[in-house]
């Protein structure tokens, strides 16, 4: 649903380009995945044949470089996919996840055997990605988490088990985070990537969430996992780093779904108060309606251009993560506002799964949870005072 009527400040930072991508990329989700979406929510995941068809357009790894796959486009073409989905309030596929988060990993600290070996198979959607870091008793504390790889020979053997795993039911490649030994908390972790198909690799029951449904999530459980040495990325140990340098991007992605998603509800609301009256007179013309969305429609334009400046800064590789956190933290909180706000305009019918207000308000309360919580963003923002 999109209103017209609801402008925003231009937006500096995309070229011609950018804008023939998003056009190409908002008519493949309107065709491959709006009509479908609602079975995908019902079922909890997408079929892979949706990343198949995302694989052959081209909008997936578009990050990569071509000899990998991809498009070798800049993390603005990312932003584009990550907006047209949110704009259009689909919670699945998990692309931004695959392409953004787990392909990174290996194109930055992978050995160019390991690129060739899966970087062009994500990018055509034949391999799905899934980072893994969540345990049950570790969240974004990651140096509590107790699964292990530790070698024996020419291979790891890893136990443990892993929760929240978006991508969890139908992941083909696992990027999974594991301590080398069984010591205690420490920032000694290694980095490898599983192949789902490994003897010992099992998934839980995909989770019946409140929002995300589309999103396939679950448990992960490896049990004596038997991983080539020639499966780890970088060296045993010291993933921690690496960790560290990726998280600022992945948070900022957070940020642009969580302002594109803002914009979206603004024009579902602005729409639908329009057509929608109370004593015969239509909600928009209440001053209570116009106020609200005045003070939202403002508040999406200064997330914006706080969102817009980080990406400039994270394309030109000088984002800072304490900002990234603010970006995350900031932008995620005010997506909480701007969708309350918006629901009880609609009023009622705002509380019906078939309105998109409704889901979106569902889906956007983890966003203040998933890639480190806000309370710890806002630990990393306050150790830079």
Not at 92 to 117: M, N
Not at 132 to 160: C, F, M, Q, W, Y
Not at 205 to 215: P, V
Request: glycine share 8%; aromatic share 8%; charged share 25%.
């Amino acid at each position: 649903m999109r209103n017209p009527a609801v402008t925003m400040l231009s937006r500096t930072i995309f070229s011609e380009e950018h804008a023939a991508f998003r056009d190409a990329a908002r008519k493949f989700f309107e065709r491959e995945v709006v009509p479908h979406h609602r079975a995908w929510e019902k079922a909890g995941v997408a079929p892979k044949s949706v990343w198949l068809k995302a694989g052959e357009q081209g909008l997936l790894c578009v990050n990569m470089p071509e000899e990998y796959g991809g498009l070798g486009a800049d993390r603005l073409t990312s932003a584009v996919l990550i907006e047209e989905q949110a704009k259009l309030g689909l919670s699945g596929p998990g692309f931004s996840t695959h392409s953004d988060i787990v392909a990174p990993y290996i194109l930055h600290y992978g050995t160019e055997a390991q690129k060739q070996r899966w970087l062009p198979k994500m990018a055509s959607g034949k391999l799905i990605g899934a980072i893994v870091l969540t345990e049950p008793s570790a969240g974004s504390d990651l140096k509590a988490i107790r699964t292990t790889a530790i070698r024996e020979g020419d291979h790891l053997v890893l136990n443990g088990q892993k929760t929240f795993i978006t991508n969890g039911q139908c992941a083909d490649l696992l990027l999974v985070a594991a301590k080398p030994n069984t010591a205690g908390r420490s920032k000694e972790i290694t980095l490898l990537v599983v192949e789902a198909s490994l003897p010992g690799v099992s998934r839980g029951q995909n989770f019946e969430k409140i929002g995300m449904k589309a999103q396939d999530t679950c448990e992960l459980y490896f049990d004596n996992v038997k991983v080539p040495l020639n499966c780890v990325l970088g060296e045993e140990g010291k993933g921690f780093p690496m960790l560290g340098h990726e998280l600022a991007w992945e948070r900022l992605q957070i940020a642009i779904g969580a302002v594109a998603t803002s914009a979206a509800a603004l024009e579902w609301t602005s729409a639908y108060t329009k057509e929608r009256k109370a004593f015969g007179t239509p909600v928009s013309e209440f001053q209570n309606t116009r106020f609200k969305l005045a003070e939202v429609k403002t508040e999406i334009e200064i997330a914006q251009v706080f969102v817009d400046r980080c990406l400039a800064e994270c394309n030109a590789e000088t984002l800072d993560p304490a900002v990234a956190a603010m970006a995350k933290y900031w932008c995620t909180e005010l997506m909480g506002r701007v969708l309350d706000t918006c629901l009880q305009l609609h009023g009622g019918y705002g509380y019906m799964w078939e309105y998109p207000i409704a889901r979106a308000y569902a889906d956007a309360r983890v966003h203040r949870i998933y890639g480190g919580s806000n309370e710890i963003m806002r630990e990393l923002i306050a150790r830079t005072l």
